[in-house]
């Protein structure tokens, strides 16, 4: 369990860094579109990763409404759909990368 949540935190703390350097690139007046796609996908995961593995820590009252975790869980989901899904991401990442289907065609 230890190992785990080590291994969150340091997923929290790379995606932290990601912030930054987007949020950084924007005040340089910068082009930071990747980043912040890069960020918001990302954060959508992690959304869904950190609060499940909790989850799964509290056992059946984890899933019980009364429990922090259990709203976590719901609430974050919504990270990868509202704002742009997950889908909309990949594909402003393809478009930069030029790696779209169809594109340069
Ligand atoms: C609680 C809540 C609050 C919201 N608040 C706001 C708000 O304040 N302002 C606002 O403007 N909107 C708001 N929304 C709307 C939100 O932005 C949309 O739900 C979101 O953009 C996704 O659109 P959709 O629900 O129509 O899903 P759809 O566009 O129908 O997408 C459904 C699924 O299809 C897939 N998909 C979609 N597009 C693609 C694609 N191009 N390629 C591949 N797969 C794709 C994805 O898996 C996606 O999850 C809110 C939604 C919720 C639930």
């Known amino acids: 369990m230890h190992f785990k949540l080590a291994e969150l935190q340091t997923e929290i703390e790379l995606l932290r860094s990601l912030i930054y350097r987007a949020a950084e690139a924007m005040i340089a007046g910068a082009d930071m579109t990747q980043l912040a796609t890069m ?5 959508g995961k992690l959304g869904r990763e950190l609060p499940s593995a909790c989850l799964q820590y509290w056992g059946g009252m984890g899933f019980m409404n009364e429990t922090p975790v259990s709203r976590a869980f719901r609430d974050h989901r919504i990270d990868s759909i509202a704002g742009g899904a997950e ?3 990949l594909t402003i ?3 930069g990368m030029g790696t779209l289907p169809g594109m340069g065609q």
């Open 87 to 89: 889908e909309v991401m």
């Open 93 to 95: 990442l393809c478009k």
């Open 39 to 43: 960020a918001k996908l990302k954060a």
